[in-house]
DNA sequence: AATGTGCCCTGAGGGC
DNA sequence: TGCCCTCAGGGCACAT
């Protein structure tokens, strides 16, 4: 549910906080928020600690923060790598504050001027993991994201690509991407090596502004439509930004455990069988991927001899 | 190479 | 009351 509005949501409440603050401690209370880590918990712990946070950087929906280079006979770490997954949060909390329902990963930190905090890495679906990288350059040389000092990106992350709102993001790249994927836009939309940041909420948002079908294959749009729609990602990723996320539980908040607002700002994700905002007709639902689609059939029509997804009963 | 499918996980909510 | 089912879905391993 986090995608690239929650999370950065959570890169700028985190970033003031952790930025040369100093790791004093490291506790690990479920492994399984390691997965991508190929060592133990004692060691991610050893590794961790003592470390300086040079800041908070993000890349779609992936956040890291670049380490001040360890001792010479530290394991090799260049940034703690975090992903929220589903229902990931990222939590700063005083220290000795008691644990979190979902804990998984607790980080006492020492910041030069603001002292000590608590940031504690919580997930109920444990999709959602934390990890250390090395850093490798971007092809590009830009910076490897938002608030990344240089152009690297840790190597778990080269396979992104640049979201939509990064500076360096190419739309010639993408409109020459898309002109050759037969995939279903909506498919495209949310592979993050196409473009990143976006998953299932924004996708259906941005296909209902441009009017373009879920099931539409990337390479039937013209150059025109590629462009509304990628006006209309950044478009809604922008306006959800700006209220904060979009929430519809207790799963995505902020730093300091806040919900957003945008959910009330949707107009096709979740709101199956309410009156579509632009035509007054239902929006339907269909299944495809193993997720759900939100669309209305009237203003975002589609020849059923290329649709592939199915309805819902 | 490109495309599509299945699975990891927990808790909420609906039906009976 | 409680049990079983479905759903939420990001990212990746795997199959074709």
């Known amino acids: 549910m986090p995608e690239l509005p929650e999370v950065e949501v959570v890169r700028a409440g985190l970033d003031p906080a952790v930025t040369g603050?100093?790791?004093?401690?490291?506790?690990?209370?479920?492994?399984?928020?390691?997965?991508?880590?190929?060592?133990?918990?004692?060691?991610?712990?050893?590794?961790?600690t003592g470390r300086v946070v040079r800041s908070a950087a993000r890349r779609g929906k992936f956040l890291w923060m670049p380490l001040q280079p360890g001792p010479d006979d530290a394991p090799a770490a260049d940034a703690l790598v975090a992903h929220l997954g589903m229902?990931?949060?990222?939590?700063?909390?005083?220290?000795?504050?008691?644990?979190?329902?979902?804990?998984r990963v607790r980080l006492d930190i020492q910041h030069p001027e603001h002292g000590e905090f608590t940031v504690v890495f919580a997930d109920q679906r444990t999709f959602g993991s934390l990890t250390l990288d090395t850093l490798v350059p971007t092809p590009d040389a830009a910076p490897g994201g938002l608030g990344s000092p240089d152009a690297t990106v840790?190597?778990?992350?080269?396979?992104?690509?640049?979201?939509?709102?990064?500076p360096a993001f190419r739309d010639l790249e993408f409109r020459t991407t898309?002109?050759?994927?037969?995939?279903?836009?909506?498919?495209?939309?949310?592979?993050?090596?196409?473009?990143?940041?976006?998953?299932?909420?924004?996708?259906?948002e941005a296909l209902w502004h441009s009017r373009i079908h879920p099931g539409t294959p990337a390479s039937a749009l013209s150059t025109r439509a590629v462009n509304r729609l990628l006006a209309d990602v950044r478009g809604v990723l922008e306006r959800a930004l700006a209220e904060g996320g979009t929430s519809f539980d207790a799963q995505y908040v902020n730093v300091n455990?806040?919900?957003?607002?945008?959910?009330?700002?949707?107009?096709?994700?979740?709101?199956?069988?309410?009156?579509?905002?632009?035509?007054g007709r239902p929006i339907v639902r269909v299944s495809f991927m193993n997720r759900?689609?939100?669309?209305?059939?009237?203003?975002?029509?589609?020849?059923?001899?290329?649709?592939?997804?199915?309805?819902v009963s």
């Open 87 to 103: 229902s990931g949060q990222l939590l700063l909390r005083t220290p000795g504050t008691a644990a979190e329902r979902h804990e």
């Open 154 to 166: 840790p190597s778990q992350v080269a396979h992104i690509a640049r979201d939509p709102l990064d």
């Open 178 to 204: 898309l002109a050759r994927k037969k995939s279903a836009i909506k498919r495209v939309l949310l592979d993050q090596s196409v473009l990143s940041g976006v998953g299932n909420i924004y996708a259906d």
């Open 257 to 279: 455990g806040q919900a957003g607002y945008f959910a009330h700002s949707l107009n096709a994700y979740g709101r199956t069988g309410e009156p579509c905002p632009r035509c």
């Open 21 to 48: 603050a100093t790791v004093l401690g490291v506790t690990v209370l479920d492994e399984r928020a390691l997965t991508r880590y190929s060592g133990s918990a004692a060691q991610f712990e050893a590794a961790l």
């Open 292 to 311: 759900s689609s939100h669309y209305c059939a009237h203003c975002q029509p589609f020849d059923k001899r290329r649709d592939r997804s199915r309805p």
